[in-house]
Nanobody, 120 residues
Framework: QVQLVESGGGLVQPGGSLRLSCSAS????????MGWYRQAPGRQRDLVAV???????NYADSVKGRFTISRDNANNTVYLQMNSLKPEDTAVYYC??????????????WGQGTQVTVSS
């Protein structure tokens, strides 16, 4: 069984920073792309950033220059460094792994979500 566990959300003032983490537990698997999505109340879940297994990255236009995605392959962990946060960044953030578990096959796994609130 593979589980994704997120941490790092919270309440921050506009202009502040937060760092989200997401780690995969379990054994005998390989992770391809890792990503972060977010969902604000009443809105659809949107891509924030993605990083491939070779380190290529892509960002939503709204976060370019402010957010940075990175990964630690040895620990099956993805990070999202969020700087210059704005109230419109408020949402539940979900991590997403494209993962192949050798006994099961390849599929997408989701974290449980972590709340990020940007408010004064």
């Amino acid at each position: 069984q593979v589980q994704l566990v997120e941490s790092g959300g919270g309440l921050v003032q506009p202009g502040g920073s937060l760092r989200l983490s997401c780690s995969a537990s379990g054994t005998a698997f390989r992770v391809y792309a890792m990503g972060w999505y977010r969902q604000a109340p009443g809105r659809q879940r949107d891509l924030v950033a993605v990083i491939t297994d070779v380190g290529s990255t892509n960002y939503a236009d709204s976060v370019k220059g402010r957010f940075t995605i990175s990964r630690d392959n040895a620990n099956n962990t993805v990070y999202l460094q969020m700087n210059s946060l704005k109230p419109e960044d408020t949402a539940v953030y979900y991590c997403n792994f494209d993962l192949q578990k050798y006994s099961v096959g390849r599929r997408v796994y989701w974290g449980q979500g972590t709340q990020v609130t940007v408010s004064s």
